[in-house]
Nanobody, 116 residues
Framework: QVQLVQSGGGSVQPGEYLRLSCVAS????????MNWFRQPPGQELELVAR????????YNLDSVKGRFAISRDNLQRTLYLRMYNLQLEDAAVYYC?????????WGNGSLVTVST
């Protein structure tokens, strides 16, 4: 069964750190691009960053460049998103995503709350 299981997230204050994890199963993880998306409250889903199987990285949002770090461990079949210096505007539900065989697979979502 193709599955992405997320962990991490939580409630922090501005300037703090969180790490999200996403464990994959049911497909050849190391060969696929992995993505992190987020959906802020009342807003549309947006791509945060993506990483190829060989760890070529692209950050889609200028606001996270220099603060967020996407990475992967192909042996552990795990995708990470390290989020440093979190800001109020980073509050969202974060989802990992892959498209094995052209079919979108989504993680279960991780709520990140940033408040003073």
């Amino acid at each position: 069964q193709v599955q992405l299981v997320q962990s991490g997230g939580g409630s922090v204050q501005p300037g703090e750190y969180l790490r999200l994890s996403c464990v994959a199963s049911g497909f050849d993880f190391g060969t696929y691009v992995m993505n992190w998306f987020r959906q802020p409250p009342g807003q549309e889903l947006e791509l945060v960053a993506r990483i190829t199987g060989s760890s070529v990285i692209e950050y889609n949002l200028d606001s996270v460049k220099g603060r967020f770090a996407i990475s992967r461990d192909n042996l552990q079949r795990t995708l990470y998103l390290r989020m440093y210096n979190l800001q109020l505007e980073d509050a969202a539900v974060y989802y990992c995503n892959a498209r094995p065989g052209g079919v979108d697979v989504w993680g279960n979502g991780s709520l990140v709350t940033v408040s003073t």
